[in-house]
């Protein structure tokens, strides 16, 4: 199981990205999809999640700037950002759940200027 993720970059603040995680490797379905983020000295966070059912879940500091999709065919999941801010700058992963254990992709890093 592969899972590639992409879309990072350098963006002015008020900006925005498209994050893509790309799964492979696999025939099962994943029961959820998130993205985490860890910026530097600090730890790993949840951002976003979605579930199979398109339930979605966010960190109270993106609701409203972010949007978590996925495509179960495609074994795709985005995250659309908006109206960025500096303190959105961290490397950024995807993480798929299923049959009890998770996977995750290698980190795009996303940096946001003031």
């Known amino acids: 199981v592969q899972l590639q993720a992409s879309g990072g970059g350098l963006v002015q603040a008020g900006g925005s990205l498209r994050l893509s995680c790309a799964a492979s490797?696999?025939?099962?379905?994943?029961?959820?999809m998130a993205w985490y983020r860890q910026a530097p000295g600090k730890e790993r966070e949840l951002v976003a999640r979605i579930l199979n059912n398109g339930e979605a879940n966010y960190v109270d500091s993106v609701k409203g700037r972010f949007t978590i999709s996925r495509d179960i065919r495609k074994k795709m999941a985005y995250l659309q950002m908006a109206d960025l801010r500096p303190e959105d700058t961290a490397v950024y992963y995807c993480?798929?759940?299923?049959?009890?254990?998770?996977?995750w992709g290698q980190g795009t890093q996303v940096t946001v200027s003031s």
């Open positions: 993480k798929g759940s299923a049959r009890g254990y998770d996977y």
């Open positions: 490797g696999f025939t099962f379905s994943f029961v959820v």
